[in-house]
């Protein structure tokens, strides 16, 4: 007997359809999982033959060969776990099921026949409303991830045995629906605000003009002078994400695997902060199966290097290009995957070694040598890609304890989204391309 089951399977932040088909023979018992398998599907298959068992069901004594096509994409996750099984019980006639057209499935199955979470659902659920798929089944555990495509029923499904009487009609299952204004009222909040910061008039100003132009900072400045401070501040005066672009950084973060459960969508600008020990893979992506690398991590909000030049010089120079593209490619054997990497690169540093050349009180102690390999570590890279450097002088005690702080990120946020107004609409009106991000200001220190 033959089935043949809708699922998919990553792709950078893509997912792809794979038919899934299931042949069942007479003949010596074998189970045979073909389509450029990896040990990953290899151990799927006990899984799935353990979870018949337990689920109730018989594991056939028969020749089973699944076939995963497109069989030249490499595939690795265990999201097949559910369909595989399935595709056994409708082909040796344990289960029937009388329509299985535009339906997909996803989800690994765990030993005792419960449903796991996988990654991606978002992108999976996506890529099932452009394929026409009108029914998804998911682990109930990341459901949500996936219900933010709204033109999909999404299933949630917490076993192979409920996935079976959902199917085969037996039981009601409520698809998951989720509302993306209350999501975004509800978690479009952020905890940090500018107006926590005092003083430090020239450093704000400077902030706001790179989020309105989305121009690369460099803070330089004592030990203690704010710069962390500012530098989280930085997303609460961006716009707020637009839906489409809320739903390119949940993709991301899902295929990450870093999406918290229960979330759906992740409506607030992204705030990365990578230790300076991050190798070149972590900072921009890759692996054997290529993941998104802190860059895309940090789409549409602030990569932030803290201690610039503690940064190993070889992840600086792999920047080079995502700044440039706004998205970065990683190839490893046979594949070549895309991610977005759209971000403002925030760097903060010390002025010299012992980190207080130019300050008020503290004088420098460092030898003239010294403070000129210290500057040049950083010069290299990526100092040409960062068009605002701003001193961030450290306050005294008396500024410190003096009155309020400065305004709030609300009002900020206001005058960067006029501005940003009128540079779009500018453009238009011009025609011109220019004046998108490599303006200088005469900030330079
Ligand atoms: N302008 C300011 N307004 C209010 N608090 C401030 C200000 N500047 C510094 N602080 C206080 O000092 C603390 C240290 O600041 P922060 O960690 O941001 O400094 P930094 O420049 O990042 O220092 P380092 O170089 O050591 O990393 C802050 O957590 C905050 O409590
Ligand atoms: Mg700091
Ligand atoms: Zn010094």
Same mark, same amino acid.
């Given at each position: 007997m033959f089935t043949r089951i809708t699922s998919y399977t990553l792709y950078g932040v893509d997912a792809i359809k794979v038919d899934v088909e299931v042949h069942t023979a007479r003949g010596s018992p074998q189970f045979n999982i073909v389509g450029l398998p990896d040990k990953a599907i290899s151990e799927s298959r006990e899984r799935v033959r353990a979870g018949l068992i337990?689920? !109730?069901?018989?594991f056939p004594l028969e020749r089973i060969t699944?076939?995963?096509?497109?069989? =030249?994409l490499r595939k690795e996750s265990p999201a097949f776990d559910l369909p595989v099984a399935m595709g056994i019980l409708i082909a040796t006639g344990q289960v029937k099921i009388s329509d299985l057209e535009s339906i997909a499935m996803v989800g690994e199955i765990s030993l005792d026949g419960t449903v796991n979470r996988v990654r991606g659902l978002l992108s999976v659920a996506d890529q099932c409303s452009k394929d026409g798929i009108r029914t998804l089944l998911v682990p109930q555990d990341n459901a949500y991830e996936a219900a933010v495509i709204q033109k999909v029923r999404v299933i949630p499904i917490t076993s192979l045995g409920q996935a079976i009487a959902f199917l085969s009609g037996n039981s009601e299952v409520p698809s998951v629906q989720v509302d993306l204004a209350e999501i975004f009222s509800l978690n479009g909040k952020y905890d940090l605000d500018f107006s926590d910061v005092k003083g430090q008039e020239q450093a704000r100003r400077a902030l706001e003009v790179a989020v309105a132009g989305g121009h690369n900072v460099l803070m330089v400045g004592p030990p203690g002078s704010g710069k962390t401070m500012l530098a989280r501040r930085l997303p609460s005066i961006m716009p707020e994400l637009e839906v489409e672009e809320a739903v390119e950084v949940t993709r991301i973060?899902?295929?990450? !695997?870093?999406?918290p459960s229960g979330i759906s969508l992740l409506t607030r600008r992204p705030f990365r902060k990578p230790h300076h020990t991050i190798s070149e893979v972590g900072l921009v992506g890759g692996g054997r199966f290529p993941r998104p690398g802190e860059i895309s991590l940090s789409h549409c909000g602030v990569l932030f290097l803290d201690e610039l030049t503690e940064f190993r010089q070889s992840a600086l120079e792999a920047l080079r290009q995502p700044l440039e593209d706004g998205e970065v490619s990683v190839s490893r054997s046979l594949i070549t995957v895309t991610f977005p990497a759209r971000f403002i690169l925030i760097g903060a540093m010390n002025p010299c070694p012992c980190g207080f050349r130019g300050d008020r009180s503290i004088p420098c102690q460092c030898p003239e040598n010294l403070y000129r390999q210290y500057r040049h570590k950083v010069s290299g890279p990526i100092l040409d890609r960062i =068009?605002?450097?701003i001193p961030v002088p450290r306050l005294t005690r008396a500024e410190l304890l003096r009155g309020p702080g400065g305004e709030v990120s609300e009002i900020i946020r206001e005058r960067v989204k006029r501005a940003r107004d009128i540079q779009r609409k500018r453009f238009v009106d011009q025609r011109i391309k220019e004046n998108s991000g490599r303006t200088h200001y005469s900030l330079r220190t």
């Open positions: 337990n689920s !109730g069901y018989k699944v076939n995963l096509s497109p069989a =030249d973060y899902s295929i990450a !695997g870093l999406l =068009d605002i450097h």
